[in-house]
């Protein structure tokens, strides 16, 4: 798995491997996001790896959520998928998967 972050202004997606199975993780990002002005509500799902966060773009910026991540060690955007990479990326596995099964049965 690799870093991904998607934006648009009072909510961003970030996917990390750090926060993938990992519960204690998720306990400090808690903390960390907890202890920054304007955030309004956050999903972290340890399963895909994926952290949601809302917040008002008025007291945080998504630079700052960011580097607040970054700072802690819990993700990397100079290795960070942009939107369109992350979409080619899951098609193009998706179309292999989908040929290797249709190779089986016919």
């Not at 798995?1 to 972050?5: A, E």
């Not at 009072?10 to 955030?39: D, M, S, W, Y």
């Not at 700072?71 to 998706?94: L, P």
């Given at each position: 798995?690799?870093?991904?972050?998607h934006?648009?202004?009072?909510?961003?997606?970030?996917?990390?491997?750090?926060?993938?199975?990992?519960?204690?993780?998720?306990?400090?990002?808690?903390?960390?996001?907890?202890?920054?002005?304007?955030?309004?509500?956050?999903?972290?799902?340890?399963?895909?790896?994926?952290?949601?966060?809302?917040?008002?773009?008025?007291?945080?910026?998504?630079?700052?959520?960011?580097?607040?991540?970054?700072?802690?060690?819990?993700?990397?955007?100079?290795?960070?998928?942009?939107?369109?990479?992350?979409?080619?990326?899951?098609?193009?596995?998706?179309?292999?998967?989908?040929?290797?099964?249709?190779?089986i049965?016919?």
């Open positions: 798995m690799s870093y991904y972050l934006h648009v202004p009072g909510r961003l997606r970030v996917k990390t491997p750090h926060v993938k199975k990992n519960r204690f993780i998720v306990e400090e990002i808690k903390q960390l996001l907890n202890a920054l002005p304007g955030i309004e509500f956050y999903e972290i799902n340890t399963v895909t790896g994926s952290i949601i966060i809302n917040y008002n773009p008025q007291d945080v910026s998504e630079d700052k959520i960011v580097s607040v991540l970054e700072e802690s060690g819990y993700f990397d955007s100079s290795n960070a998928m942009s939107n369109d990479q992350y979409i080619r990326t899951a098609v193009s596995r998706i179309s292999h998967t989908a040929v290797s099964l249709l190779t049965f016919i």
